[in-house]
């Protein structure tokens, strides 16, 4: 699949991680209304922005004229793939250059919380996607914006933390962990090497 420069400046922004972790995987399946396939775990996963629908069409249309047979959603402009084929992975990468596009962090904030009683703990039980919350835990509430994507952060950090730790994800940029004070500093540390 050769790419021209007419349509790779049709390319807005390429999201990609090259192995879904558990942790990835686990949550996006969370959130399956998002797409009509199963996130899986070790799986090349891509979240491409095209400007237009012609260059989407085009897109498309170059994938299935090289054999693709993995798993794809389009919500208006954007794209979603998975595959586990390396060759399909090389093609794709090929066309949409993911290392133009670095993830990027910016307003970082992160606040700690402790859960009061079994009441607070039942509210953040209702509320949230993840691991319990108990009494008398420290939950660490992270705030930031990510590009191109937020899925890709979490992927990065699920070589840091626990999927025991996450309470909440959300790819608008909130995330809530349990966490001690030091591992809290570990977590920003790591995220603070992409601001």
Known sequence: ?????????????????????????????????????LPARGAHWWLISFSNPIALEQFIAQLFSNGFYGDIEVRGNDIELQTKSLHEAFVINSYCHPEAFPIVLSQLTADAIFVE?????????????????????????????????????????????SIHA??????????????????????????ESYL
């Open 1 to 37: 699949m050769t790419a021209t420069k007419n349509i790779d400046k049709t390319i807005l922004s390429t999201s990609y991680i090259p192995s879904l972790t558990a942790h990835t995987a686990t949550f996006m399946s969370a959130r399956s209304k998002e797409r009509s396939f």
């Open 166 to 191: 996450i309470v909440h994800f959300d790819p608008t940029g909130y995330m809530i962990l349990k966490a001690t004070e030091a591992e809290q500093e570990t977590i920003i540390r790591h995220l």
């Open 117 to 161: 009683n079994d009441s607070h703990a039942l509210l953040c039980n209702q509320r949230n996607n993840g691991a319990l919350s108990y009494t008398g835990e420290r939950l660490v509430h992270l705030q930031f914006s990510v590009s191109p994507s937020s899925w890709s952060m979490l992927n990065i950090l699920s070589q840091i933390i």
